[in-house]
């Protein structure tokens, strides 16, 4: 293993992961939905259960204890999260109906959020141990300020371009467009993974009781968790 090598594949595959999100936001999401004419309880749901799906990541620890967390369930799983982030763009071609593209775009976002959940924890533990404890601090600071760059000039990017699409009326150009580029993004990031070592992990048994149990033991923790409850519940109130 070139530890070089397989560092520099995974601090570009995590940055382009983190790019990809940042393009095909809530609001991207919403955006579209709204663009396929769906309705405003549809479009509600969705950012409801943003918050909702992170408790998927509950059953991730009990899940991958059966399953292991080999390199092709690792990808298989991040493969799927991506290719249903991807579908929607299909639904025009697919239908006209608005019934027929609410159920479409439920099934693609349910299962793009639940993928995207249960693949996070492999992710992470596969980051943390490909990486010297001496770069991990460096690692995070080299990952979020590219990033954050490239979040900033994507976003400005995408702004432009839809509103200019918008003003023409053809406002499915842009979206396509934009999820032309986030296929692209999924598509290196994916190979990347794919050429990057991956050490074994040894799985030990886990329930669900002991996952939701173990962490409310450790006061300290508790802590933790409760802030991050509140700061997540709080991203779902629009602001006065």
């Not at 775009?105 to 404890?133: A, C, D, H």
Request: with cysteine.
């Amino acid at each position: 293993m070139n530890y070089k090598t397989n560092y520099k594949r995974y601090l570009t595959a995590a940055t382009l992961d983190n790019t990809a999100n940042k393009i095909m936001s809530s609001t991207f999401v919403v955006g579209y939905a709204i663009y396929l004419g769906l309705s405003d309880r549809i479009v509600g749901l969705y950012v409801a259960s943003k918050s909702i799906m992170c408790l998927i990541q509950i059953l991730s620890a009990t899940i991958y204890s059966k399953i292991g967390q080999s390199k092709k369930v690792t990808l298989g799983i991040y493969s799927l999260y991506r290719l249903f982030g991807a579908f929607p763009i299909l639904i025009p071609f697919i239908s006209q109906d608005i019934t027929i593209r609410t159920i479409l775009f439920i099934i693609s976002i349910l299962f793009y959020e639940i993928f995207g959940q249960i693949g996070y924890t492999p992710l992470v533990n596969w980051r943390m141990s490909i990486l010297k404890e001496e770069d991990r601090a460096r690692f995070y600071a080299t990952k979020n300020l590219i990033q954050n760059t490239l979040v900033m000039a994507v976003s400005l990017g995408a702004g432009v371009l839809l509103d200019h699409y918008a003003k023409s009326g053809n406002e499915f150009k842009g979206f396509a467009i934009l999820f032309s580029i986030i296929v692209v993004i999924n598509l290196i990031d994916i190979y990347l993974r794919a050429t990057t070592y991956k050490p074994k992990i040894k799985e030990n048994k886990v329930n669900i009781k002991e996952t939701i149990k173990e962490p409310l033991k450790d006061k300290q923790f508790r802590k933790i968790l409760i802030f991050t409850a509140l700061y997540t519940l709080s991203l779902n109130f629009p602001p006065v």
